[in-house]
Structures are given as structure tokens and as C-alpha cells.
């Protein structure tokens, strides 16, 4: 072939390819009218607040000694001042969960001639954890917001950030998924009608993952969040829908 004869060629190649993705265009268009339905797609959310209803409050006690034996009268008495504590506050017994006591020994590096180094024991940390369990939220977390009367009195306390809970969120998952759907074929609705058709029946639906934020919170995650440090909490559900477009 000539060079002369090449931009005909490859313009009767285009031309060739053209009409081969046409045609192809072509059918998948008569098979989707013969098909006679056409489908729209929606995502819709709820949301809705609740409040905790369950909480983990944790702190521990500490004491020291030369030996073990010597922290353990101290820790005793620090546990028997916190017992009085909660007592009075009106935690209730079943509630208090005090775990075993855990012994640490406490190091002190020591230089040796040539710069030599060692560790020694000079001592022994004793450490009283405990953690108290309810429903009653509003109650324990108003002590867990006065504990600090005893660390004022002296009481070698740590006091953790209370962890609270909702524990309804598999009945909450039911109603938030309607109320999700509801919202997704509102929207279609108003996308088809926009286009001059209606929506039909429902074709395929799908949920996202919830979540469960502090009030007024925007965070989200592609995991989905379950936060466990606010009282206040808001619940959100999503779903992808389609539905069956009507003319």
C-alpha cells in the first residue's frame, strides 16, 4: 500500500469501528425498552437521639511499701475508705466489682563502677482496681463526678472516664432501617416526578453500616462508630435503594 492510499485507511477503520459501537449501543437500548422498566436509586437516613442506659465506671487505689506486706495495711484501709464512700452515695453492693489486687515492684537504677548500671527493688506498688456496673446512669455518674472529696482527703485515687452504653440498639436497628427506607423513597419520589414519571415498587435495598455519635456529633466511619463516652447520644441508619420507575 502506498503511502498516498493511508489516510483512507484509517479513515475507513474509524468509520468501521464507529459502526460496530453504535450497533452495539443500539441494542443494548432496545433491550433495555423491551425490558420496559426503568429503575432509580436513592440513599435515606434517620436519625434519632437516645440516651444511655448502662455504664462501666472504673478507678483504682494504690499504695507502697518496702515490701508487699508492709503496702498491704494501707491499701486496706484506702479500700474500706472507698467502700464507706459508695456506701454512703447509694451504690449498691451488687454494683462494686473489686478485682484482685495486682503487686508491682518499683526499680531504682544504681551506677556501678565503669559506668556500670543495675536495677534494684526498693520497694512495692499495690494497686486496688475496682469498677462499678449500672443502669442507674444518672445516679453513678454523679459520684464518679464527686469522687474527687476523697482524693481532697488524701486517698491515693485514680478515677477512669465512665464508658456509657445503649443497650436497646438491636430493637433501635429495626426502626431506624424503616425510617431510613421511608426517607430513600421520599427522595426517589421526588427525582422521578422531576422527570415526569413515579416510583414504583421497591427493586433492591441495601444498609450501611450505624452510627451511634455523641450528640450533634458529625463524625462517621466507614466501620461504623459505637462511641461510648457521651451520656447524650444521637443513632444513624443509612440505606441504598432502587426502585422501579412508572410512567
Known amino acids: 500500500m502506498s503511502k498516498d492510499n493511508w489516510p483512507f485507511f484509517w479513515g475507513m477503520l474509524a468509520l468501521a469501528v464507529g459502526i460496530s459501537l453504535a450497533g452495539r449501543f443500539l441494542s443494548n437500548t432496545v433491550r433495555d425498552l423491551k425490558s420496559g422498566e426503568e429503575i432509580i436509586s436513592s440513599t435515606g437516613s434517620a436519625t434519632k437521639p437516645i440516651q444511655s442506659d448502662f455504664m462501666i465506671w472504673r478507678g483504682r487505689l494504690s499504695a507502697t511499701g518496702a515490701t508487699s506486706q508492709a503496702a498491704f495495711p494501707e ?59 449500672s443502669t442507674d446512669v444518672a445516679r453513678v455518674t454523679a459520684v464518679s463526678r464527686k469522687v474527687t472529696d476523697l482524693i481532697e482527703e488524701g486517698v491515693p485515687l485514680e478515677s477512669y472516664a465512665p464508658e456509657y452504653y445503649f443497650t436497646k440498639l438491636a430493637e433501635m436497628r429495626i426502626e431506624m432501617l424503616g425510617l431510613a427506607t421511608d426517607d430513600a423513597k421520599v427522595r426517589a419520589e421526588k427525582m422521578a416526578d422531576s422527570a415526569g414519571g413515579k416510583v414504583g415498587v421497591l427493586r433492591s435495598i441495601s444498609s450501611g453500616v450505624f452510627q451511634v455519635t455523641p450528640r450533634y456529633s458529625t463524625d462517621v466511619s466507614g466501620y461504623g462508630m459505637n462511641d461510648t463516652t457521651s451520656l447524650e447520644k444521637d443513632i444513624t441508619a443509612v440505606v441504598k435503594a432502587a426502585f422501579a420507575v412508572e410512567h
Do not use: C, W
Not at 478485682?99 to 515492684?105: C, D, E, G, K, L
Not at 563502677?113 to 527493688?121: K, P
Open 75 to 133: 491499701i486496706k484501709r484506702h479500700v474500706e475508705r472507698l467502700k464507706a464512700y459508695f456506701q454512703k452515695e447509694g451504690v449498691k453492693p451488687e454494683e462494686l466489682v473489686f478485682p484482685p489486687i495486682a503487686t508491682s515492684p518499683m526499680y531504682q537504677t544504681r551506677v556501678l563502677e565503669g559506668d556500670q548500671t543495675i536495677n534494684e527493688v526498693v520497694g512495692y506498688e499495690l494497686s486496688q482496681g475496682f469498677e462499678i456496673q
